[in-house]
Protein backbone atom coordinates (compact mmCIF):
# COMPACT_ATOMS: atom_id res chain seq x y z
CA UNK A 1 0.00 0.00 0.00
CA UNK A 2 1.32 3.25 -0.98
CA UNK A 3 1.92 6.44 1.34
CA UNK A 4 -1.12 8.40 -0.47
CA UNK A 5 -3.43 5.19 0.15
CA UNK A 6 -2.50 4.79 3.54
CA UNK A 7 -2.80 8.36 4.44
CA UNK A 8 -6.79 8.82 2.53
CA UNK A 9 -6.65 5.36 5.14
CA UNK A 10 -6.04 7.04 8.27
CA UNK A 11 -7.82 10.17 7.47
CA UNK A 12 -11.75 7.99 6.79
CA UNK A 13 -10.91 6.33 9.81
CA UNK A 14 -10.09 9.44 11.84
CA UNK A 15 -13.34 10.76 9.69
CA UNK A 16 -15.25 8.01 10.96
CA UNK A 17 -14.02 8.60 14.63
CA UNK A 18 -15.01 12.19 14.19
CA UNK A 19 -18.46 11.82 13.39
CA UNK A 20 -18.82 8.89 15.94
CA UNK A 21 -18.50 12.01 18.63
CA UNK A 22 -22.02 13.63 17.62
CA UNK A 23 -23.80 9.86 17.87
CA UNK A 24 -25.57 8.93 21.01
CA UNK A 25 -23.94 6.38 23.58
CA UNK A 26 -25.24 3.24 22.31
CA UNK A 27 -24.48 4.29 18.62
CA UNK A 28 -21.04 5.48 19.60
CA UNK A 29 -20.29 1.89 20.57
CA UNK A 30 -21.74 -0.04 18.05
CA UNK A 31 -19.94 2.09 15.31
CA UNK A 32 -16.72 1.98 17.45
CA UNK A 33 -16.71 -1.42 17.31
CA UNK A 34 -17.64 -1.32 13.70
CA UNK A 35 -14.60 1.16 12.82
CA UNK A 36 -12.20 -0.75 14.71
CA UNK A 37 -12.90 -3.84 12.53
CA UNK A 38 -12.28 -1.79 9.48
CA UNK A 39 -8.85 -0.37 10.72
CA UNK A 40 -7.80 -3.85 10.79
CA UNK A 41 -9.25 -4.44 8.08
CA UNK A 42 -6.85 -1.51 6.29
CA UNK A 43 -3.83 -3.09 8.37
CA UNK A 44 -3.91 -6.51 6.75
CA UNK A 45 -4.70 -5.37 3.33
CA UNK A 46 -1.58 -2.76 3.69
CA UNK A 47 0.48 -5.48 4.83
CA UNK A 48 -0.23 -7.58 2.28
CA UNK A 49 0.23 -5.26 -0.45
CA UNK A 50 3.21 -3.50 0.87
CA UNK A 51 6.85 -3.89 -1.25
CA UNK A 52 9.74 -4.69 2.11
CA UNK A 53 11.04 -0.92 2.99
CA UNK A 54 14.55 0.23 1.39
CA UNK A 55 17.51 1.05 3.86
CA UNK A 56 17.48 4.68 2.90
CA UNK A 57 13.61 4.89 3.70
CA UNK A 58 12.28 6.79 6.38
CA UNK A 59 9.01 4.97 8.45
CA UNK A 60 6.53 7.76 8.50
CA UNK A 61 5.61 9.14 12.07
CA UNK A 62 2.92 7.01 14.21
CA UNK A 63 -0.21 8.41 13.78
CA UNK A 64 -1.84 9.63 17.29
CA UNK A 65 -4.15 7.64 18.60
CA UNK A 66 -7.60 8.86 18.57
CA UNK A 67 -8.81 9.55 22.02
CA UNK A 68 -12.54 8.44 23.37
CA UNK A 69 -15.29 11.16 22.87
CA UNK A 70 -14.83 13.22 26.28
CA UNK A 71 -18.25 12.79 28.38
CA UNK A 72 -19.23 16.16 28.40
CA UNK A 73 -19.65 16.15 23.97
CA UNK A 74 -22.14 13.11 24.52
CA UNK A 75 -25.78 13.83 24.48
CA UNK A 76 -27.36 14.88 27.85
CA UNK A 77 -29.90 12.78 27.27
CA UNK A 78 -28.28 9.69 26.61
CA UNK A 79 -25.41 10.30 30.31
CA UNK A 80 -29.32 10.37 32.11
CA UNK A 81 -30.05 7.20 30.80
CA UNK A 82 -26.97 5.44 31.44
CA UNK A 83 -26.71 7.19 35.11
CA UNK A 84 -30.63 6.76 35.87
CA UNK A 85 -33.00 3.72 35.58
CA UNK A 86 -36.04 4.16 34.23
CA UNK A 87 -38.66 4.82 36.94
CA UNK A 88 -42.35 2.98 35.47
CA UNK A 89 -45.49 2.83 37.05
CA UNK A 90 -48.76 0.89 35.67
CA UNK A 91 -51.48 3.56 36.02
CA UNK A 92 -55.07 2.72 36.22
CA UNK A 93 -57.71 5.43 35.98
CA UNK A 94 -61.23 5.45 37.04
CA UNK A 95 -64.10 7.77 36.29
CA UNK A 96 -66.73 9.15 39.24
CA UNK A 97 -69.30 6.23 37.97
CA UNK A 98 -66.25 3.57 39.01
CA UNK A 99 -65.52 2.82 35.66
CA UNK A 100 -62.18 2.76 33.84
CA UNK A 101 -61.34 5.74 31.55
CA UNK A 102 -59.30 3.79 28.63
CA UNK A 103 -58.92 6.93 26.19
CA UNK A 104 -56.49 9.19 27.70
CA UNK A 105 -53.47 10.63 26.01
CA UNK A 106 -49.86 11.51 27.48
CA UNK A 107 -50.04 14.74 27.78
CA UNK A 108 -53.07 14.55 30.12
CA UNK A 109 -50.41 12.59 32.74
CA UNK A 110 -48.31 13.99 35.11
CA UNK A 111 -45.59 12.83 37.30
CA UNK A 112 -43.86 13.91 40.63
CA UNK A 113 -40.90 12.38 42.85
CA UNK A 114 -40.61 13.70 46.73
CA UNK A 115 -43.15 16.75 44.76
CA UNK A 116 -40.91 17.79 42.16
CA UNK A 117 -42.75 17.43 38.52
CA UNK A 118 -40.46 15.39 36.04
CA UNK A 119 -40.83 14.59 32.24
CA UNK A 120 -42.62 11.41 30.56
CA UNK A 121 -40.17 9.36 29.08
CA UNK A 122 -42.38 6.53 28.28
CA UNK A 123 -45.74 6.04 27.62
CA UNK A 124 -48.10 2.94 26.82
CA UNK A 125 -51.67 3.41 26.35
CA UNK A 126 -54.35 0.84 27.58
CA UNK A 127 -54.35 -0.62 23.71
CA UNK A 128 -50.53 -2.10 23.99
CA UNK A 129 -50.59 -5.46 24.30
CA UNK A 130 -49.78 -7.55 27.50
CA UNK A 131 -47.95 -10.90 28.65
CA UNK A 132 -49.85 -13.11 30.92
CA UNK A 133 -47.98 -15.60 32.57
CA UNK A 134 -50.91 -18.37 33.90
CA UNK A 135 -48.91 -20.18 36.80
CA UNK A 136 -51.27 -22.94 38.24
CA UNK A 137 -50.20 -24.84 41.06
CA UNK A 138 -50.89 -28.66 40.80
CA UNK A 139 -49.40 -29.66 44.01
CA UNK A 140 -51.42 -32.20 46.26
CA UNK A 141 -52.80 -29.15 48.93
CA UNK A 142 -54.61 -28.18 45.37
CA UNK A 143 -55.39 -31.16 44.15
CA UNK A 144 -59.13 -30.80 45.18
CA UNK A 145 -59.29 -27.36 43.19
CA UNK A 146 -57.30 -28.74 40.14
CA UNK A 147 -60.16 -28.67 37.56
CA UNK A 148 -61.73 -25.18 38.96
CA UNK A 149 -58.15 -23.79 38.45
CA UNK A 150 -58.07 -24.89 34.77
CA UNK A 151 -61.35 -23.54 34.06
CA UNK A 152 -60.54 -20.35 35.54
CA UNK A 153 -57.43 -19.98 33.50
CA UNK A 154 -58.91 -20.72 30.34
CA UNK A 155 -61.56 -17.99 30.82
CA UNK A 156 -58.62 -15.49 31.00
CA UNK A 157 -57.41 -16.67 28.31
CA UNK A 158 -61.18 -16.72 26.30
CA UNK A 159 -60.94 -12.79 27.62
CA UNK A 160 -57.87 -12.26 26.27
CA UNK A 161 -57.43 -9.55 23.02
CA UNK A 162 -56.07 -10.72 19.63
CA UNK A 163 -52.68 -8.83 19.81
CA UNK A 164 -52.02 -10.28 23.49
CA UNK A 165 -49.67 -13.31 24.80
CA UNK A 166 -49.94 -15.88 28.12
CA UNK A 167 -47.50 -18.59 28.34
CA UNK A 168 -48.43 -21.37 31.26
CA UNK A 169 -46.51 -23.26 33.72
CA UNK A 170 -47.45 -25.95 36.22
CA UNK A 171 -45.43 -26.29 39.39
CA UNK A 172 -45.86 -29.04 42.07
CA UNK A 173 -42.69 -31.14 42.92
CA UNK A 174 -41.66 -30.62 38.91
CA UNK A 175 -42.33 -27.23 37.33
CA UNK A 176 -43.65 -27.79 33.69
CA UNK A 177 -43.30 -25.52 31.09
CA UNK A 178 -46.77 -26.61 28.77
CA UNK A 179 -46.75 -23.66 26.74
CA UNK A 180 -44.01 -20.64 26.13
CA UNK A 181 -44.89 -17.34 24.95
CA UNK A 182 -47.85 -17.26 22.30
CA UNK A 183 -50.73 -15.59 20.99
CA UNK A 184 -52.18 -19.02 19.65
CA UNK A 185 -55.38 -19.88 21.69
CA UNK A 186 -55.76 -23.38 20.88
CA UNK A 187 -52.35 -23.82 21.94
CA UNK A 188 -52.80 -22.41 25.29
CA UNK A 189 -56.26 -23.83 25.96
CA UNK A 190 -54.45 -27.37 25.10
CA UNK A 191 -51.64 -26.46 27.89
CA UNK A 192 -54.14 -25.82 30.64
CA UNK A 193 -56.10 -29.08 29.50
CA UNK A 194 -52.52 -31.31 29.56
CA UNK A 195 -51.90 -29.98 33.53
CA UNK A 196 -51.80 -33.01 35.84
CA UNK A 197 -51.54 -33.18 39.49
CA UNK A 198 -48.13 -33.72 41.50
CA UNK A 199 -46.96 -34.35 44.67
CA UNK A 200 -45.20 -30.77 46.81
CA UNK A 201 -45.24 -27.47 46.27
CA UNK A 202 -42.34 -25.58 44.71
CA UNK A 203 -44.00 -22.21 44.81
CA UNK A 204 -40.92 -19.84 45.55
CA UNK A 205 -38.76 -21.69 42.78
CA UNK A 206 -41.39 -21.31 40.34
CA UNK A 207 -42.32 -17.77 40.54
CA UNK A 208 -38.44 -16.94 40.18
CA UNK A 209 -38.01 -18.67 37.22
CA UNK A 210 -41.33 -17.33 35.45
CA UNK A 211 -39.99 -13.28 36.58
CA UNK A 212 -36.55 -13.97 36.29
CA UNK A 213 -36.35 -15.86 32.98
CA UNK A 214 -39.46 -16.38 31.08
CA UNK A 215 -40.80 -12.49 32.01
CA UNK A 216 -37.33 -10.69 32.07
CA UNK A 217 -36.85 -10.86 28.23
CA UNK A 218 -39.99 -9.87 27.37
CA UNK A 219 -40.76 -6.00 26.37
CA UNK A 220 -43.77 -3.71 27.57
CA UNK A 221 -46.59 -5.03 29.76
CA UNK A 222 -46.43 -8.12 31.88
CA UNK A 223 -48.27 -9.58 34.19
CA UNK A 224 -48.11 -13.48 36.59
CA UNK A 225 -51.52 -14.52 37.44
CA UNK A 226 -50.96 -17.15 39.96
CA UNK A 227 -53.61 -19.73 40.93
CA UNK A 228 -52.66 -21.58 44.01
CA UNK A 229 -53.09 -21.80 47.89
CA UNK A 230 -49.54 -20.31 48.96
CA UNK A 231 -48.16 -22.77 50.54
CA UNK A 232 -44.27 -23.86 50.20
CA UNK A 233 -42.93 -27.24 51.09
CA UNK A 234 -40.06 -28.14 49.02
CA UNK A 235 -38.83 -25.00 47.14
CA UNK A 236 -35.14 -25.84 46.43
CA UNK A 237 -33.11 -22.62 45.05
CA UNK A 238 -35.52 -19.69 46.25
CA UNK A 239 -37.27 -18.85 49.70
CA UNK A 240 -39.61 -16.62 51.10
CA UNK A 241 -37.47 -13.61 51.14
CA UNK A 242 -35.87 -14.11 47.96
CA UNK A 243 -38.57 -14.90 46.18
CA UNK A 244 -40.41 -11.23 47.48
CA UNK A 245 -36.82 -9.23 46.69
CA UNK A 246 -37.49 -10.83 43.43
CA UNK A 247 -40.76 -9.57 42.88
CA UNK A 248 -39.45 -5.86 44.08
CA UNK A 249 -36.96 -5.76 41.25
CA UNK A 250 -39.48 -7.14 38.39
CA UNK A 251 -41.97 -4.59 36.56
CA UNK A 252 -44.98 -7.41 36.00
CA UNK A 253 -47.92 -7.11 37.90
CA UNK A 254 -48.71 -10.42 40.06
CA UNK A 255 -52.49 -11.46 40.58
CA UNK A 256 -52.87 -13.64 42.95
CA UNK A 257 -56.17 -16.06 42.78
CA UNK A 258 -55.74 -17.88 46.51
CA UNK A 259 -57.69 -20.80 47.22
CA UNK A 260 -58.74 -21.73 50.76
CA UNK A 261 -56.99 -25.82 50.64
CA UNK A 262 -56.55 -25.66 54.46
CA UNK A 263 -59.76 -28.34 55.40
CA UNK A 264 -59.53 -30.53 51.96
CA UNK A 265 -55.58 -30.78 52.14
CA UNK A 266 -55.45 -31.24 56.31
CA UNK A 267 -58.52 -33.56 56.38
CA UNK A 268 -57.59 -37.43 57.36
CA UNK A 269 -54.25 -36.46 59.14
CA UNK A 270 -53.28 -38.36 62.48
CA UNK A 271 -51.86 -35.77 64.41
CA UNK A 272 -49.94 -32.59 63.52
CA UNK A 273 -48.20 -32.06 60.48
CA UNK A 274 -44.75 -30.31 61.45
CA UNK A 275 -44.30 -26.97 60.29
CA UNK A 276 -42.71 -26.69 57.05
CA UNK A 277 -44.48 -29.93 55.94
CA UNK A 278 -47.46 -27.96 53.82
CA UNK A 279 -50.00 -29.40 56.07
CA UNK A 280 -49.54 -27.58 59.28
CA UNK A 281 -51.46 -24.42 60.22
CA UNK A 282 -48.62 -22.22 60.08
CA UNK A 283 -47.72 -22.99 57.06
CA UNK A 284 -51.23 -21.35 55.85
CA UNK A 285 -50.46 -18.66 57.64
CA UNK A 286 -46.88 -17.94 56.36
CA UNK A 287 -48.93 -18.36 52.75
CA UNK A 288 -51.32 -15.87 53.19
CA UNK A 289 -48.77 -13.16 54.08
CA UNK A 290 -46.73 -14.02 51.50
CA UNK A 291 -49.73 -13.80 49.05
CA UNK A 292 -50.82 -10.42 50.37
CA UNK A 293 -47.14 -9.55 50.53
CA UNK A 294 -46.63 -9.84 46.64
CA UNK A 295 -50.19 -8.15 45.97
CA UNK A 296 -48.98 -5.37 47.87
CA UNK A 297 -45.56 -4.95 46.09
CA UNK A 298 -47.31 -5.05 42.84
CA UNK A 299 -50.40 -2.81 43.73
CA UNK A 300 -52.72 -5.01 42.83
CA UNK A 301 -54.82 -7.51 45.45
CA UNK A 302 -55.23 -11.29 46.69
CA UNK A 303 -58.47 -12.78 44.96
CA UNK A 304 -60.01 -15.14 47.37
CA UNK A 305 -61.91 -18.29 45.93
CA UNK A 306 -63.98 -20.38 47.89
CA UNK A 307 -66.64 -20.28 45.21
CA UNK A 308 -66.73 -20.61 41.43
CA UNK A 309 -68.77 -17.95 41.57
CA UNK A 310 -65.70 -15.78 43.38
CA UNK A 311 -63.35 -17.13 40.63
CA UNK A 312 -65.41 -16.10 37.78
CA UNK A 313 -65.28 -12.66 39.57
CA UNK A 314 -61.85 -12.92 40.24
CA UNK A 315 -61.02 -13.29 36.79
CA UNK A 316 -62.69 -10.50 35.28
CA UNK A 317 -61.66 -8.34 37.51
CA UNK A 318 -58.05 -8.85 36.54
CA UNK A 319 -58.99 -9.14 32.94
CA UNK A 320 -60.77 -5.20 33.59
CA UNK A 321 -57.58 -4.17 34.82
CA UNK A 322 -55.00 -5.25 32.60
CA UNK A 323 -57.24 -4.14 29.77
CA UNK A 324 -57.62 -0.58 31.05
CA UNK A 325 -53.85 -0.26 32.21
CA UNK A 326 -51.48 2.42 30.90
CA UNK A 327 -48.07 2.56 31.51
CA UNK A 328 -45.81 5.56 32.59
CA UNK A 329 -42.32 5.62 32.87
CA UNK A 330 -39.39 8.49 33.96
CA UNK A 331 -35.88 9.10 34.42
CA UNK A 332 -35.35 10.81 38.01
CA UNK A 333 -33.93 13.80 37.55
CA UNK A 334 -31.26 12.83 40.24
CA UNK A 335 -30.28 9.44 41.19
CA UNK A 336 -31.47 8.19 44.31
CA UNK A 337 -28.71 6.90 47.05
CA UNK A 338 -29.18 3.01 47.88
CA UNK A 339 -32.06 2.43 50.66
CA UNK A 340 -33.17 5.67 49.69
CA UNK A 341 -37.46 6.09 49.74
CA UNK A 342 -38.86 7.98 47.16
CA UNK A 343 -42.48 9.01 47.12
CA UNK A 344 -44.43 8.84 43.66
CA UNK A 345 -47.62 10.80 42.43
CA UNK A 346 -49.09 10.67 39.35
CA UNK A 347 -51.70 12.85 38.71
CA UNK A 348 -54.34 14.04 35.82
CA UNK A 349 -55.37 17.45 34.78
CA UNK A 350 -58.99 16.43 34.63
CA UNK A 351 -58.86 16.45 38.82
CA UNK A 352 -62.30 14.44 38.78
CA UNK A 353 -60.60 11.09 38.00
CA UNK A 354 -59.48 9.12 40.50
CA UNK A 355 -55.54 7.25 39.70
CA UNK A 356 -54.63 4.37 40.84
CA UNK A 357 -50.55 3.91 40.53
CA UNK A 358 -47.40 3.34 42.08
CA UNK A 359 -46.72 5.67 45.37
CA UNK A 360 -43.10 4.83 46.39
CA UNK A 361 -39.78 2.65 45.26
CA UNK A 362 -36.62 2.22 46.86
CA UNK A 363 -33.28 2.81 45.67
CA UNK A 364 -31.18 -0.41 44.96
CA UNK A 365 -27.51 -1.12 45.55
CA UNK A 366 -27.30 -0.40 41.80
CA UNK A 367 -29.17 2.65 41.30
CA UNK A 368 -32.27 1.05 39.92
CA UNK A 369 -35.75 1.45 41.00
CA UNK A 370 -37.50 -1.58 43.46
CA UNK A 371 -40.79 -2.08 44.14
CA UNK A 372 -41.61 -1.60 47.70
CA UNK A 373 -44.87 -2.56 49.85
CA UNK A 374 -47.84 0.02 50.20
CA UNK A 375 -49.14 -1.49 53.49
CA UNK A 376 -48.23 -0.50 57.15
CA UNK A 377 -46.80 -4.18 58.41
CA UNK A 378 -45.93 -6.29 55.39
CA UNK A 379 -42.62 -6.94 55.49
CA UNK A 380 -40.70 -9.10 53.28
CA UNK A 381 -39.77 -11.36 56.52
CA UNK A 382 -42.56 -13.33 57.55
CA UNK A 383 -41.76 -13.50 61.57
CA UNK A 384 -44.32 -10.39 61.83
CA UNK A 385 -47.31 -12.52 61.12
CA UNK A 386 -49.69 -14.42 63.28
CA UNK A 387 -52.37 -16.70 63.33
CA UNK A 388 -54.80 -14.31 63.20
CA UNK A 389 -53.53 -13.04 59.55
CA UNK A 390 -54.65 -15.65 57.85
CA UNK A 391 -57.59 -15.55 56.11
CA UNK A 392 -58.01 -19.50 54.95
CA UNK A 393 -57.28 -20.50 58.64
CA UNK A 394 -61.02 -20.34 60.12
CA UNK A 395 -60.25 -17.65 62.87
CA UNK A 396 -63.17 -15.42 64.52
CA UNK A 397 -64.40 -12.61 62.53
CA UNK A 398 -63.54 -9.84 64.64
CA UNK A 399 -60.34 -10.75 65.69
CA UNK A 400 -59.05 -11.23 62.55
CA UNK A 401 -56.76 -7.94 61.41
CA UNK A 402 -57.53 -6.55 57.92
CA UNK A 403 -54.26 -6.63 55.62
CA UNK A 404 -53.29 -3.47 53.87
CA UNK A 405 -56.06 -1.22 55.94
CA UNK A 406 -54.34 2.13 56.95
CA UNK A 407 -54.99 6.00 56.81
CA UNK A 408 -54.08 8.16 53.50
CA UNK A 409 -54.33 11.79 52.71
CA UNK A 410 -57.92 12.88 51.00
CA UNK A 411 -57.47 12.61 47.28
CA UNK A 412 -57.71 10.54 44.10
CA UNK A 413 -55.54 7.51 45.30
CA UNK A 414 -58.15 5.47 46.92
CA UNK A 415 -57.65 1.59 45.47
CA UNK A 416 -60.37 0.29 43.52
CA UNK A 417 -60.79 -3.01 45.77
CA UNK A 418 -60.71 -1.06 49.16
CA UNK A 419 -63.75 1.22 50.90
CA UNK A 420 -63.40 4.20 52.63
CA UNK A 421 -64.71 3.63 56.11
CA UNK A 422 -63.65 6.56 57.93
CA UNK A 423 -63.04 9.86 57.85
CA UNK A 424 -60.26 11.88 60.47
CA UNK A 425 -57.58 14.28 60.82
CA UNK A 426 -54.13 13.37 60.21
CA UNK A 427 -51.42 16.04 60.82
CA UNK A 428 -49.08 14.90 57.90
CA UNK A 429 -51.88 15.60 55.40
CA UNK A 430 -52.89 19.03 54.07
CA UNK A 431 -55.85 20.35 55.39
CA UNK A 432 -59.36 20.52 53.72
CA UNK A 433 -60.35 22.82 51.13
CA UNK A 434 -64.30 22.62 52.10
CA UNK A 435 -65.92 24.69 54.25
CA UNK A 436 -65.98 23.88 57.60
CA UNK A 437 -64.60 20.04 57.09
CA UNK A 438 -62.27 19.49 59.91
CA UNK A 439 -61.51 15.80 58.43
CA UNK A 440 -58.36 15.36 55.76
CA UNK A 441 -57.45 11.43 55.89
CA UNK A 442 -59.26 8.45 55.07
CA UNK A 443 -59.16 4.90 56.57
CA UNK A 444 -59.35 2.93 53.86
CA UNK A 445 -60.03 -1.17 54.39
CA UNK A 446 -61.35 -3.87 52.22
CA UNK A 447 -65.32 -3.85 52.51
CA UNK A 448 -67.25 -6.94 53.84
CA UNK A 449 -70.72 -8.81 51.58
CA UNK A 450 -72.25 -5.79 53.44
CA UNK A 451 -70.41 -2.68 53.79
CA UNK A 452 -70.71 1.07 54.51
CA UNK A 453 -68.61 3.80 52.42
CA UNK A 454 -68.18 7.14 52.98
CA UNK A 455 -69.03 9.08 49.98
CA UNK A 456 -66.39 11.38 50.53
CA UNK A 457 -67.02 14.81 49.88
CA UNK A 458 -63.85 16.83 48.34
CA UNK A 459 -63.50 20.10 46.36
CA UNK A 460 -63.06 19.63 42.62
CA UNK A 461 -63.38 22.79 39.88
CA UNK A 462 -64.71 24.85 42.95
CA UNK A 463 -67.40 22.91 43.83
CA UNK A 464 -68.35 19.54 45.95
CA UNK A 465 -68.29 17.06 44.20
CA UNK A 466 -68.45 13.09 45.32
CA UNK A 467 -64.60 11.51 45.51
CA UNK A 468 -64.43 8.31 46.76
CA UNK A 469 -65.05 5.34 43.93
CA UNK A 470 -67.18 2.48 44.43
CA UNK A 471 -65.14 -0.53 44.80
CA UNK A 472 -65.45 -2.87 41.81
CA UNK A 473 -68.14 -5.45 41.87
CA UNK A 474 -70.07 -3.83 44.50
CA UNK A 475 -73.58 -2.27 44.29
CA UNK A 476 -75.13 0.55 46.05
CA UNK A 477 -78.32 -0.59 47.25
CA UNK A 478 -78.75 2.81 49.06
CA UNK A 479 -78.16 6.04 51.01
CA UNK A 480 -76.81 6.26 54.86
CA UNK A 481 -75.93 8.57 57.53
CA UNK A 482 -72.89 7.37 59.24
CA UNK A 483 -70.82 8.52 61.90
CA UNK A 484 -67.65 8.28 61.03
CA UNK A 485 -68.03 10.40 57.60
CA UNK A 486 -67.87 14.12 57.16
CA UNK A 487 -71.26 15.90 56.41
CA UNK A 488 -71.62 17.98 53.14
CA UNK A 489 -70.98 21.24 53.28
CA UNK A 490 -74.89 21.47 51.73
CA UNK A 491 -77.46 21.24 54.17
CA UNK A 492 -80.21 19.75 52.35
CA UNK A 493 -77.53 16.69 51.88
CA UNK A 494 -78.23 15.04 55.07
CA UNK A 495 -77.06 11.40 53.66
CA UNK A 496 -73.02 11.04 53.83
CA UNK A 497 -72.34 7.46 52.76
CA UNK A 498 -73.47 4.78 50.95
CA UNK A 499 -74.58 0.91 51.51
CA UNK A 500 -72.89 -1.16 49.35
CA UNK A 501 -73.39 -5.12 48.42
CA UNK A 502 -71.58 -7.83 46.33
CA UNK A 503 -74.44 -9.35 44.58
CA UNK A 504 -76.00 -12.44 44.55
CA UNK A 505 -78.20 -13.21 41.86
CA UNK A 506 -81.38 -10.89 41.66
CA UNK A 507 -80.94 -7.60 43.15
CA UNK A 508 -82.27 -3.89 43.75
CA UNK A 509 -79.84 -1.39 43.30
CA UNK A 510 -80.00 2.47 42.77
CA UNK A 511 -79.30 3.97 39.72
CA UNK A 512 -76.13 5.65 38.30
CA UNK A 513 -73.67 3.36 39.44
CA UNK A 514 -71.81 0.45 37.30
CA UNK A 515 -73.22 -2.59 36.79
CA UNK A 516 -71.30 -5.66 37.75
CA UNK A 517 -69.77 -8.01 35.14
CA UNK A 518 -71.82 -10.81 34.26
CA UNK A 519 -75.09 -9.12 35.58
CA UNK A 520 -78.05 -7.37 33.26
CA UNK A 521 -81.37 -4.82 33.86
CA UNK A 522 -83.94 -6.39 34.03
CA UNK A 523 -86.84 -4.18 34.97
CA UNK A 524 -86.82 -0.47 36.81
CA UNK A 525 -87.97 0.20 40.12
CA UNK A 526 -88.76 2.67 43.45
CA UNK A 527 -86.45 2.25 45.93
CA UNK A 528 -87.26 4.51 49.15
CA UNK A 529 -83.15 4.38 50.06
CA UNK A 530 -81.87 5.34 47.14
CA UNK A 531 -81.07 8.84 46.02
CA UNK A 532 -83.88 10.66 44.48
CA UNK A 533 -83.33 11.17 40.29
CA UNK A 534 -85.43 13.57 37.60
CA UNK A 535 -87.33 10.51 36.84
CA UNK A 536 -90.12 8.54 39.05
CA UNK A 537 -88.03 5.48 39.00
CA UNK A 538 -84.46 5.49 40.82
CA UNK A 539 -83.66 1.88 40.80
CA UNK A 540 -82.80 -1.30 39.02
CA UNK A 541 -83.95 -4.53 39.00
CA UNK A 542 -80.23 -6.75 37.85
CA UNK A 543 -79.87 -10.42 38.06
CA UNK A 544 -77.11 -12.57 36.26
CA UNK A 545 -77.02 -13.15 32.48
CA UNK A 546 -77.90 -15.99 31.52
Not at 322 to 341: I, T, W
Not at 418 to 442: H, I, K
Request: charged content about 20%; aromatic content about 6%.
Amino acid sequence: MNLSAGVLSLLACDGMINAMRFLPTKTWLAAGINSALILIAIGFSGLQAQTPPQSNQTKPPAAPSPTPPAAEEIDPDDVIRVKTSLVSSPVLVIGRNGKFVPSLKQDEFQIFEDGVQQEVAYFAPVENPVTVALLLDTSRSALFNLVEIQDAALALVDNMRPQDQALVISFAGDITLLADVTSDRAVLRQAIRSSRPGGDTRLYDAIDLVLTKHLSSVDGRKALLLFTDGVDNASRSSNYESSALNVQRSEALIYPVQFNTYHSATKGLRGVAPVGSGFNKEDYVRADAYLHLLSDLSGTGVHPAVQISDLDRAVSKIVDELHNEYSLGYYPRAPGQPGQVRRLEVRLKQRQFVVRSRTAYVVDQNGAAMRMAKSEGLQVEPGATSAEMSLPVPVAKDSRPQLGARWICKGPNVPTDFAVAQEGLDSMCPPSTRANDQTNAWFIRKPGQVDVLCKGFVISNGREVLGVPIPTGYVVTGEAQSKSCAKSANPMLTANAWTIRLPQGRETICKGFMIPRGYVVVSQTTKAECPVTTRPKNAWVIQIKK
